[in-house]
């Protein structure tokens, strides 16, 4: 929108950091002009929470809260011109869309024989952002430009399942053996299940987010996403997910990269203290 008056309505790249955490409720963005170009603009947004003023400035510094810190680049991704070459990517496993779902099956009842929609139990506390979209049914609404940071930093609340070692996913998935395993099989089998039930006191704060967009998604915004996301460690209570976002006819849309951590979920839902402004 800041923009749009320039003719570079889209948001090529993003880095967002995030040194307090965000609570539902007003919110001002500031927008510091960085580097105004005539291809290119760059932009500093910071995202200010509590101890607002209801008249310019808006925002009081000793009271408010910086909750998202942002570098932005921004263009007209429609109007971009140049050399393309095809890259030794394309031809990998990675590249390719997964079988694509019974998309009205899905919307009618949450699967469809190979997809299926994850549920949050209904007792979980987890924050209500995590009930907002479907990630096997649409969110009610379409996915446009403005949302494709909501879409990459947004999981399944079951999400640790699918980026565990294939080995720990079976053993979290399949049936005890009694007659068939272990003692050392037993041992792990209960660990790893321990751990799984563990899921609903914790809370995953993304630290870094990185966002590149692709390609120009339609103005009117699309109804389904592919979102693969992988993880290359998951260790000591923090880790990193590489997330790719194609459209339904398999063309990228976006890359994006984070550093996330794994706390309890009291660090998200405990009462504030102080509200005075912190990095």
Same mark, same amino acid.
């Given at each position: ?92 496993e990675a590249a390719a869309l997964p079988t694509l779902p019974d ?12 997809? !299926? ?5 209904? #007792?979980? /506390?987890? +924050? ?7 990630? =096997?049914?649409? @969110? ?26 294939? !080995? ?5 998935? #399949?049936? /005890?053996? +009694? ?7 037993? =041992?792990?089998? @209960? ?33 389904w996403l592919a979102v693969r996301v992988t993880s290359k460690q ?46």
């Open positions: 929108m800041h923009l749009a008056p320039r003719g570079q309505p889209d948001t090529l790249t993003a880095h967002f950091e995030f040194p307090n955490r965000t609570f539902a409720g007003p919110a001002v963005i500031s927008v510091d002009e960085v580097n105004l170009g005539k291809q290119l603009s760059r932009l500093h947004l910071t995202l200010w929470q509590g101890g607002l003023m209801s008249k310019p400035p808006w925002v009081d510094q000793s009271a408010s809260r910086r909750t998202v810190l942002a570098y932005t680049t921004h263009a007209d991704l429609r109007n971009f011109t140049g050399i393309s070459l095809p890259t030794g990517y394309e031809g990998r998309f009205e099956a899905l919307k009618a009842s949450g699967r469809d024989g190979s997809w !299926e929609e994850p549920k949050i139990p209904e #007792s979980s /506390p987890w +924050p209500r952002a995590s009930w907002t979209c479907g990630y =096997a049914s649409p @969110a009610g609404e379409p996915i446009t430009k403005d949302t494709l940071a909501y879409v990459v930093d947004s999981f399944p609340y079951n999400m640790h399942t699918f980026l565990a070692a294939p !080995e720990l996913r079976q053993l979290l998935l #399949s049936q /005890p053996d +009694p007659d068939g395993e272990t003692k050392e099989k037993k =041992a792990q089998r @209960a660990e790893v299940k321990e751990r799984d039930e563990q899921r609903a006191g914790l809370w995953f704060p993304t630290v870094v987010m990185n966002l590149e967009a692709k390609t120009a998604l339609p103005v009117e915004g699309v109804e998951i260790k000591d209570g923090k880790f990193d997910m590489e997330v790719i976002v194609r459209d339904v006819e398999g063309e990228m849309v976006a890359l994006s990269h984070h550093v996330a951590m794994i706390v309890s979920l009291e660090r998200n839902t405990k009462k504030r203290g102080s509200s005075k402004a912190s990095l």
